[in-house]
């Protein structure tokens, strides 16, 4: 069964995927294949990005992403915000993501965190989640020679999709020392968790045909091999406690 969540000021229901490290919700009555240029972009926007990280572990990751995604998908609005955690307070992920969706249209906020607080009671052995958390924190295989190991990166990409043709997305980045739980959207933060500040950025697009139609074809391509291992619905029932 898909992930169903009720009664927002949406109005709909709401399908979520997870699309290599971006947790994807899009209202269930679109069909999931209507959505398909957003998955196919979006996985290709975070290989492309992943490879330039690779070569060069001081890319900015996000910018990389975005350069694929600009080529189609054009930015009506963007923003970026340094949160710091506030001393004694205990915070989370679903906190970030939807305070930056709440600046912009109005419900989308609201709908992203009655969704996301649904995704954090599903199970931590889940499939999905397994493939979130191998996206969000990457292991480096000499990770153990440094004493003190070093802080790791996390990134999560969350994207609500109005529409097949337009979507708004909030982007998380930070350090931490903590090994992210089997469900990260379950995970709490105090301010010694975190080093620095949490890094976000908003966008609110939509896809232009005649950029887009030119490359639907080589991009489903390029992206139709990975598609198994690195998309996968996340599967409650309505009733679900998530244990």
């Given amino acids: 069964a898909l992930l169903y969540e009720r009664g927002t000021d949406m109005s709909c229901d709401y399908s979520v995927s997870i699309v290599g490290g971006a947790i994807v919700i899009v209202p269930e009555s679109d ?79 609201q709908a992203a965190a009655a969704t996301l607080a649904r995704v954090a009671s599903v199970s931590g052995t889940e499939p999905a989640m397994s493939l979130l958390r191998s996206h969000m924190q990457k292991m480096s295989v000499d990770e153990s020679t440094e004493v003190p190991a070093p802080p790791k990166v996390v990134r999560l990409l969350v994207i609500l999709a109005r529409t097949p043709t337009s979507f708004t997305s909030v982007y998380l980045e930070f350090k931490t020392h903590l090994e992210i739980s089997p469900n990260p959207l379950a995970q709490l933060y105090q301010a010694e968790d975190v080093q620095g500040a949490v890094s976000m950025r908003y966008a609110r697009v939509y896809l232009s045909e005649t950029l887009y139609g030119r490359a639907r074809n080589s991009i489903a391509l390029k992206v139709r091999e990975k598609l198994d291992a690195n998309v996968a619905m996340l599967s409650l029932s309505d009733g679900s406690s998530g244990v």
């Fill in 31 to 109: 069909g999931q294949a209507a959505h398909d240029d957003l998955v196919n972009s979006v996985l290709l926007a975070q290989f492309v990005a992943n490879k330039k990280l690779e070569k060069d572990p001081k890319t900015d990751w996000y910018n990389a992403y975005v350069e694929v995604l600009d080529d189609f998908w054009l930015r009506q609005t963007k923003a970026r915000e340094e949160r710091l955690i506030t001393e004694n307070s205990v915070e989370s992920a679903i906190e970030w993501v939807t305070a930056a969706m709440s600046k912009g249209a109005s419900g989308e906020g």
